[in-house]
């Protein structure tokens, strides 16, 4: 089993940046790909970032050029560095990760002012 604990959010004024963190703990060898994922009030979650393994990274198109995921292996950790932040950004942030099964972090909330 895979445990996810993500840490980092906060408020922050427009144009700001967060970086957040996402610890895995468990049986992180099998762990094939970390992601992060938003869900804003009354919407549907949504995909911000995924990496792979091998260092393969997709961005949702909304925070391209904005956002950039990255992992330490050494400390079994994936960062999610958001920069320039919209109001629009607002939303609660999960961390997942993927093995044969998909496990959730319980959510940092990410909150930028205008």
């Known amino acids: 089993q895979v445990q996810l604990v993500e840490s980092g959010g906060g408020l922050v004024q427009a144009g700001g940046s967060l970086r957040l963190s996402c610890a895995a703990s468990?049986?992180?060898?099998?762990?094939?790909?970390m992601g992060w994922y938003r869900q804003a009030p009354g919407k549907q979650r949504e995909l911000v970032a995924i990496i792979t393994s091998t260092n393969r990274t997709t961005y949702a198109d909304s925070v391209k050029g904005r956002f950039t995921i990255s992992r330490d292996n050494t400390k079994n950790t994936v960062y999610l560095q958001m920069s320039i932040l919209k109001p629009e950004d607002t939303a609660v942030y999960l961390c997942y990760a993927q093995t044969f099964s998909v496990y959730w972090g319980q959510g940092t909330q990410v909150t930028v002012s205008s």
């Open positions: 468990g049986s992180i060898f099998t762990i094939n790909l």
